[in-house]
């Protein structure tokens, strides 16, 4: 209780002394109050940190109000299925809003949706909202994915380009898999695709859906579905005389059209007919003589597992998918078939004769592209094995003739065709630097000048050792800049082509071409470093005609005095480097006499090591000695030892016999006791005790003789 006044007194005279100096210094006061205030605040706004949380903006329409596109942007994946009633041809697309190719493809999809709204419904479903069903429900990896849906058949995943064109053209092959055949110029047009065909042959008299018209046609799906590309084409025969074109003649039969290898039936009588058994059948039977390459735009091995096949012609021009002739695809088709056709087959024939009749005048005009223009065909052979590749000459049109004439000219034994050769940028004329950079345009003139001295670096911009050379090759370019003889040179490898015997294998690489014998070109070793010395030394050793001139020849006398002052300086450097020289020298000596008086004596510690070692080694062969002694004494002690030990367990053994014969001795007294004590009766009795006694001395007289006669025995 004491103890609480003592406290309630000291805080009242703290109080009152705060209240007198807050009257003295007011303005303390309200600079404490404020400090108070903003700490109570801090503390109030980080205890409710945790609690204050922004929730994401809800999404917005994707596409526009007026877009025919049913926009699902909260993610309502459950009105799908009200939707799809509507159309037997639906389209939904999955995005994400923040996506760049979602936000891409919106257009593409808008423009498609314009054009089919009255056949196809499109939907758009937002995949990223979290609070929508369908990202709880579909694990999407990427976005946009477009899916489609032909009369509950689906889904089938669109891969293609994300072009509004390409798009369209899908869609028209999903809605339409089948195309139907009914004159002979149809058929003829459809053979001749560069595309494998299927056929069907059906009669429609008798029913509007003749049997295995829907295996067909589920088939095609299943073709659209596995392969985006649509490689293989399904059609439908529905005239008789039509289908004795083809020798066929059974309704329901399915027919695959080839062009180089004979055609072939649907096996019914092997394999069930259904639709995912005519897929994979048409699949694993077709016939590609044109391949089409569509790189999604990541890394990927389609163009090398294509190169790796054997030479290869490649050929880039615009496509348009919606287009209902396709006149150079056709031309390429007849090359290819020409190509092809070795063995002169009659349906190749008949295909190429209706290629021929139906071409129309004046195609090479619309095919070629003005030089002025950006060029956008473009025809190359490339063989992989060899590393080379032949470019068409871009000056002239892309036609049948000029592939024609390309192919003919590769396949020659000696190819008129030159090499093309990859040329970086051409250097300015007027400018001149100390390293001179070479490109595939400049090697002749520079590297193959038979007046100069040249001496090549080859490296790439991937190579990281190469830009540590750069500085070493500065120097000697700065050593040799007066030397009309000598160029100093580099070309980059990785953007220059050469012909194979100028190619080095390996990264930085060095070549010296000597003056007027180009063909004894000098590799610089690779096991000697690459230093300025070992350079200079390399290049004067393969040059011995080099012309050296006065290096001072091209100065004026600025220039001489320039040299001689740091000639000075240089000098100066010199000399002051040997006078540190000399220090460190002196230094060196003083260290090694110190180390010579450590070393004798770390030798006399030696010495005397030794001498001790030897003495302990001594004592040592004493201590064994003396051992070998105890060893000995204590094996005759324990061989004593044991001796002692049998002979007492044979003096136990006489001892217990003794007791034994001690108690047959008493017992046969007591019997010759009672036998004299009966005869007393009979007899005169002598006295008893001297009668005992006597038996008494003569049992210990007889006991006594026989234990001295056992120990006698004994021992």
């Known amino acids: 209780m004491l103890r609480l006044q003592r406290e309630l007194k000291r805080h009242r005279v703290w109080i009152s002394q705060a209240g007198w100096q807050m009257a003295r210094r007011p303005e303390y006061v309200c600079g404490a109050i404020a400090v108070i205030c903003t700490l109570f605040t801090l503390r109030l706004a980080l205890s409710r940190a945790k609690d ?103 889904p089938i995943e669109y891969k293609g380009p994300l072009t509004a064109a390409y798009i369209h053209n899908f869609i028209r092959r999903v809605m339409s898999p089948l195309q139907y055949i009914a004159t002979h110029s149809i058929l ?12 069907g042959y059906f009669e429609f008299n008798a029913s509007p859906q003749p049997p295995g018209y829907l ?7 299943h073709a659209l579905k596995g392969d985006h590309h649509g490689t293989i084409r399904f059609g439908v025969i529905t005239s008789k005389q039509v289908a004795k074109k083809l020798s066929v003649t059974s309704p329901g039969t399915i027919y695959m059209h080839r062009h180089f290898n004979s055609s072939i039936i649907f096996p019914h009588e092997v394999l069930n007919f259904t639709a ?30 294509e190169l790796k096949k054997g030479p290869a012609l490649l050929l880039f ?106 040329a970086g940028t051409k250097p300015r004329a007027q400018e001149k630097y100390l390293i001179a950079e070479v490109t595939t345009q400049t090697f002749d003139s520079i590297v193959l000048d038979a007046e100069k001295n040249v001496l090549l670096l080859y490296y790439t911009q991937w190579c990281g050792f190469c830009t540590v050379l750069n500085h070493v090759l500065i120097q000697v370019a700065r050593l040799f800049h007066a030397n009309d003889g000598i160029v100093i040179a580099r070309i980059n490898a990785a953007k220059n082509d050469l012909p194979w015997e100028y190619m080095v294998d390996r990264f930085p690489t060095v070549l010296f071409f000597p003056s007027n014998r180009k063909d004894l070109s000098v590799k610089y070793p690779e096991d000697l470093p690459f230093t300025v010395p070992n350079l200079v030394r390399f290049i004067l050793l393969h040059s011995p005609q ?20 740091l000639q000075k300086d240089r000098i100066n450097q010199l000399e002051n480097e040997l006078k540190r020289l000399r220090a460190e020298m002196q230094a060196l000596h003083q260290a090694e006499k110190q180390l010579a008086l450590q070393l004798s004596a770390t030798r006399q510690e030696e010495h ?37 030990a049998v002979k007492l367990g044979e003096i136990t053994e006489v001892s217990e016999k003794l007791l034994k014969e001690n108690i047959l001795l008493k017992a046969y007294m007591a019997s010759i006791e009672e036998e004299l004590e009966g005869k007393t009766f009979t007899s005169s009795t002598p006295d008893p005790v001297e009668e005992e006694s006597r038996l008494t001395s003569h049992s210990e007289n007889a006991e006594a003789e026989s234990f001295s006669n056992r120990e006698t025995h004994i021992l």
């Not at 058994?277 to 389609?302: C, D, I, M, Q």
């Not at 201590?623 to 005759?636: A, G, I, R, T």
Request: contains cysteine; glycine residues 4%.
């Open 188 to 199: 003829l047009d459809f053979l001749s695709h560069y595309e494998p065909g299927v056929l």
């Open 276 to 305: 995912v058994n005519v897929y994979s059948w048409a699949f694993e039977n077709r016939e590609t003589f044109l391949h089409w390459l569509r790189p999604h735009g990541s890394k990927s091995l389609l163009l090398n597992n």
């Open 317 to 422: 021009f615009p496509f348009s998918p919606l287009a209902e002739k396709q006149p150079l695809m056709e031309e390429i088709t007849e090359v290819a078939l020409k190509y092809h056709n070795c063995n002169n087959s009659e349906a190749v024939q008949r295909v190429l004769q209706y290629m021929k009749e139906t071409e129309q005048a004046g195609q090479g005009d619309q095919l070629g592209a003005n030089e002025s223009a950006r060029v956008q065909e473009f025809a190359t052979i490339i063989d992989l094995w060899d590393e080379v590749h032949y470019v068409l000459d871009q000056k002239q049109i892309l036609d049948k003739s000029s592939i024609e004439s390309i192919i003919k000219n590769y396949s020659r034994s000696y190819s008129p065709l030159n090499r093309h050769l990859i």
């Open 215 to 221: 295996t067909l046609y589920i088939s095609a799906l």
């Open 546 to 565: 080099m012309v050296h001139q006065d290096p001072f020849r091209s100065c004026n006398p600025d220039c001489i005095q320039k040299a001689a002052a």
């Open 608 to 644: 005397q090591l030794k001498l001790r070692n030897q003495a302990l080694e001594a004592k040592n062969e004493k201590l064994k000695h003396h051992n070998e002694k105890l060893q000995d004494l204590y094996s005759q002690r324990n061989a004593e030892l044991a001796e002692t």
């Open 52 to 154: 204050v949380v922004k929730m994401a903006p809800p999404p917005v329409r994707f596409f526009s109000p007026n877009s025919p596109v049913v926009d699902l942007y909260m993610g309502q994946l459950d009105q799908v299925e009200k939707y799809c009633h509507i159309s037997e041809v639906y389209v939904i697309l999955f995005y994400a809003p923040w996506c760049g190719e979602s936000i891409s493809v919106r257009g593409e999809i808008d423009q498609v949706a314009m054009k089919l709204r009255d056949q196809v419904l499109f939907i758009a479903v937002n995949c990223w909202w979290h609070q929508g069903k369908c990202r709880k429900q579909m694990n999407l990896f990427y976005y946009p994915v477009i899916h489609l849906y032909q009369r509950r058949f689906g």
